[in-house]
């Protein structure tokens, strides 16, 4: 116990750190993934294709060469004035877009057919039918996916660590160099990993149970 109460503010700090990027990374996964779900889905075939290309892309490169990419290719092209806090919320954020929008479109197959035709016949736009009606009914059928995939970007998140942002697995790191049992200080750092996990699987119970659809 003494290694948490004598080390608290560097706990506190890392805790914060991983909420934060957390937070952050999933708000542009979000964002993103809805963004490239509506490309895959959009009539217009260079959109498609750009929205195909980067779902590809982003799913099939690991995470660690990302995070590589991104910390070393941006300031190479210019981008030198991007915190490493703000490039690895890019990475890990672009990542988890491709695999939120794969789930978003799972969901638009669950959509009646019918549905879109109604809009279309009301003279919405495909903008207005895919934003208006069919994204909200999807996003509602995959509550649980995209829950299980922001769990799996929290615990991503320690890769961060290694490329100088400061997050719970950063207090492992720092401990150890001090000296301290590697095993506790490791039991620790997983016990406030499992506290954020437990948050968010609680929210997206709580969601699924409140969006569930009626079948």
Same mark, same amino acid.
């Given at each position: 116990?003494?290694?948490?109460? =004598?080390?608290? =503010? ?7 750190? /991983? ?14 993934? +809805? ?9 217009? @075939? @260079? ?8 779902? +590809? ?6 995470? /660690? &060469? ?24 890019? +990475? &890990?954020?672009?990542? /988890? ?14 959509? =009646? ?15 207005? +039918? ?8 999807a996003g509602r059928a995959v509550v649980p996916p995209v829950g299980s995939l922001l769990i799996t970007l929290t615990k991503n998140s320690a890769l961060a660590g290694g490329f100088s942002v400061y997050e719970l697995f950063s207090v492992e790191k720092t401990l150890a160099e001090e000296g301290y049992a590697i095993l506790t200080v490791f ?23 409140? &969006?569930?659809?009626?079948?």
């Amino acid at each position: 116990m003494h290694v948490l109460l =004598d080390n608290l =503010d560097l706990f506190r700090r890392g805790f914060v750190g /991983t909420v934060a990027l957390t937070g952050l990374s999933t708000l542009l996964a979000l964002v993103l993934g +809805t963004v490239l779900t509506v490309f895959r889905v959009c009539p217009l @075939p @260079p959109l498609r294709a750009i929205g195909a290309a980067g779902v +590809t892309v982003l799913c099939n490169t690991p995470l /660690t &060469l990302l995070f590589f990419g991104v910390t070393l290719g941006l300031p190479m092209l210019g981008l030198s004035g991007l915190s490493y806090f703000t490039l690895a919320v890019l +990475t &890990l954020g672009g990542y /988890t877009a491709a695999f939120v929008c794969e789930a978003l479109r799972s969901g638009i197959n669950t959509v =009646d057919v019918g549905q879109a035709e109604a809009a279309r016949s009301l003279g919405m736009s495909f903008a207005q +039918t895919t934003l208006l009606i069919v994204l909200p009914q999807a996003g509602r059928a995959v509550v649980p996916p995209v829950g299980s995939l922001l769990i799996t970007l929290t615990k991503n998140s320690a890769l961060a660590g290694g490329f100088s942002v400061y997050e719970l697995f950063s207090v492992e790191k720092t401990l150890a160099e001090e000296g301290y049992a590697i095993l506790t200080v490791f039991l620790w750092v997983a016990l406030a990993y499992l506290a954020l996990i437990m948050m968010i699987s609680g929210v997206f119970r709580l969601l699924e149970h409140r &969006l569930a659809v009626v079948r």
